[in-house]
């Protein structure tokens, strides 16, 4: 390998933890039932935050609240992909690999 691409491999490999650092400290936030449960996680995917409104609690119909919070999770998940993907984007683009 000539110096010329370690160099290029090094300075993605930097970007690329930075990005992995910078996705650490945003967070998206999914909802479900019009917003009656709300889950926040970083850009990790981890959970930061869990809100319920006390309109989506019925003892009741327990199911629909637990439906409601795969529901709000699912859709935080894509919004985490969605911006994983829109921060490596022009990384990837940077590799020149098809694919990527």
């Known amino acids: 390998m000539n110096q ?4 290029q491999a090094r300075k993605l490999q930097e970007q690329l933890a930075k990005i992995q ?6 967070t998206v936030t999914g909802t479900a039932g019009s917003g009656a449960v709300e889950v926040t996680l970083n850009g990790h995917g ?13 003892s009741s119909d327990i199911e629909t609240l637990e ?7 699912k859709d935080a998940q894509a919004k985490v ?11 990837a683009g940077g590799l020149g690999l098809p694919g990527l």
């Open 67 to 73: 439906d409601l919070i795969v529901i709000a999770f």
């Open 21 to 26: 650092e910078d996705l650490g400290h945003e």
């Open 4 to 7: 010329n691409l370690l160099r």
């Open 46 to 58: 981890h959970a930061q935050r869990i809100k319920i409104s006390p309109q989506a609690v019925d």
């Open 81 to 91: 992909a969605e911006l994983s993907a829109s921060r490596m984007g022009p990384l």
